[in-house]
């Protein structure tokens, strides 16, 4: 009689299909989920003070020829091969020098401006010409075309908000040079009507709005802290909604101003979206995890995904500003955002 020389095993099986470029759910090790989301980025937080240098170095050496756009990026410890900010947005600082001007272009990435320091270049966006002042918004959404101009006669310092991260995790990513050195200018921001009268314009002039003003959230904020009760977690919000419809700044990019008043502390909550933070105006700190990090204007930091968080603002007399930027909308249209206070 024959006898069974070979019998079958776990290990053969996994060795035999492993080389058919098959594998079975027995071998995903399902101890490794936890029953809330995990994320490797790092809570970080960078100071004004080494952006502002290595911006001002490489204004020295490093021609905007030579790199389409003068950028310093915060990359996060934990993804600096993938220069990245958080997994899903890149956030840097942007240095235009007078009489520079940054050639046009356009990308799947969708990106924003917010103004930090000088006045008076412009971005021009599928030829609309947008006159930049501290404090205000610029949206390129995808693939929209821009180049930045700066005939201010003197320089001026913005930062960058992109979802390249996210648009790269999708494998969508891609970049066309705009065939001349300037776009063409069609008309100003100031020249985009949302509202005429009470009727309402028969096409979508939401396409067409990529500027929110300073002036505008400025007011804004201080109808609010007058007339409204602040957000237990977040202080007095401002978000920079879509016109008319009300939705996110951009599909993928929520952006908003949080005013804390002077001694205001919130409280801790987490969310399923990751947010990164400028602080625009005050000085505060932050506890995100069980870290602190003490801000003041120009410092930037990342609060990643489930990490609870709270904000304070440690002045006597001034208001705090902080302008954050998360992946919010991205994670509510594939309805996996959740939040949820986080007990003391
Ligand atoms: C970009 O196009 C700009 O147009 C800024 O100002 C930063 C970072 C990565 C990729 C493209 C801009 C960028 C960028």
Same mark, same amino acid.
């Given at each position: 009689m024959k006898q069974a020389t070979v019998t079958d095993s776990v290990e053969l099986l996994n060795r035999d299909m492993s080389e058919k470029n098959l594998g079975g759910h027995w071998q995903l090790g399902l101890e490794s989920y936890l029953p809330y989301p995990e994320t490797t980025v790092q809570p970080c937080?960078?100071?004004?003070?080494?952006?502002?240098? %290595? $911006?001002?170095?490489?204004?020295?050496?490093v021609s905007i020829e030579q790199a389409e756009r003068r950028t310093v990026r915060l990359l996060n410890p934990a993804l600096k091969d993938r220069q990245a900010t958080t997994h899903t947005i890149q956030f840097s600082f942007q240095y235009v020098?007078?009489?520079?001007?940054?050639?046009?272009?356009?990308?799947?990435a969708a990106a924003f401006r917010f103004i930090l320091k000088g006045s008076g270049a412009y971005t021009t966006v599928?030829?609309?010409?947008?006159?930049m002042e501290?404090?205000?918004?610029i949206l390129t959404p995808q693939l929209t075309w821009h180049d930045h101009t700066n005939d201010s006669g003197k320089p001026i310092i913005w930062l960058d908000g992109l979802d390249i991260p996210l648009v790269? %995790? $999708?494998?969508?990513?891609?970049?066309?040079p705009y065939p001349k050195d300037a776009q063409p200018i069609e008309k100003t921001s100031d020249e985009v009507v949302l509202f005429q009268g009470s009727a309402r314009p028969s096409s979508d002039p939401a396409a067409d709005f990529f500027h929110y003003k300073w002036s505008d959230a400025q007011r804004n904020l201080r109808v609010l802290v007058e007339t409204a009760s602040p957000d237990r977690f977040d202080g007095y919000v401002l978000e920079f909604c879509k016109p008319m419809t009300g939705g996110p700044t951009m599909p993928t990019i929520q952006c908003a101003l949080k005013l804390l008043r002077p001694g205001q502390e919130t409280e801790p909550h987490r969310h399923t979206s990751t947010a990164i933070y400028h602080a625009f105006r005050g000085s505060g700190s932050s506890y995100v995890?069980?870290?602190?990090?003490?801000?003041?204007?120009g410092d930037s930091f990342v609060v990643p995904l489930w990490y609870p968080h709270r904000h304070l603002n440690?002045?006597?007399?001034?208001?705090?500003?902080?302008?954050?930027m998360s992946d919010t909308p991205a994670?509510?249209?594939l309805e996996l955002y959740r939040e949820e206070p986080v007990g003391q």
């Open positions: 937080l960078w100071k004004w003070k080494d952006v502002h240098e %290595s $911006l001002m170095r490489a204004g020295e050496v020098k007078a009489g520079e001007h940054a050639r046009p272009h356009r990308h799947t599928n030829g609309q010409k947008c006159v501290e404090g205000d918004l790269q %995790s $999708l494998q969508q990513l891609l970049f066309e995890g069980d870290q602190r990090f003490d801000w003041e204007a440690r002045a006597q007399s001034e208001d705090a500003i902080l302008f954050s994670l509510k249209a």
